[in-house]
């Protein structure tokens, strides 16, 4: 598939606010409504747009602790890559599981309402999940997301 200009300029306003309707993000492009929920729904059918996503306000609900752990599996042979994977995201939680390559062999997000109850998280859950080794823990002091275009390259 192919992408011009216009396309790209969807992708970043939706990136921004995905709720936005094709003719209101139609009307900022300089175009029509259909041409605007046709072009949606060409980058949605190549499989470029997946989904929507709505970002919670974790101190709001009471997680204001958020943790990356390291996870180095200890026995890589006699525990499956699917059998861990399915006991951690099995956590509330763990709120993403990623396989990595590296010193560790899962990176994940996890959340808590404080650090007492991420060691609860950590000992009674985590630490008992089939074939974990050593576990490296990185607590979040800050987040921001820094807007700026796609880092895609365009073809003239």
């Known amino acids: 598939m192919s992408f011009d200009a216009t396309d790209f300029a969807i992708l970043r306003a939706l990136s921004d606010d995905a709720t936005q309707s094709a003719g209101a993000l139609g009307r900022k492009l300089g175009l029509s409504q ?50 861990f994977e399915r006991a951690v995201t ?8 990623q396989h990595v390559l590296g010193l560790y062999d899962y990176r994940l997000r996890v959340v808590a309402r404080d650090l007492s109850d991420f060691e609860r998280v950590l000992r009674r859950r985590v630490m008992t ?14 987040e921001e997301r820094l807007p700026g275009p796609l880092a895609v390259h365009m073809r003239d």
Do not use: C, M, Y
């Open 34 to 83: 259909p041409a605007t929920w046709r072009r949606i729904a060409r980058l949605r059918d190549e499989g470029v747009l997946t989904g929507r996503r709505v970002d919670l306000d974790r101190e709001a609900l009471g997680l204001g602790v958020t943790v990356f752990l390291g996870v180095k599996l200890a026995t890589k042979g006699r525990v499956s890559l699917e059998d």
């Open 90 to 97: 099995a956590i509330p939680e763990v709120q993403t599981v």
């Open 129 to 142: 999940l089939p074939g974990v080794g050593n576990v490296e823990a990185n607590v979040l002091l800050s």
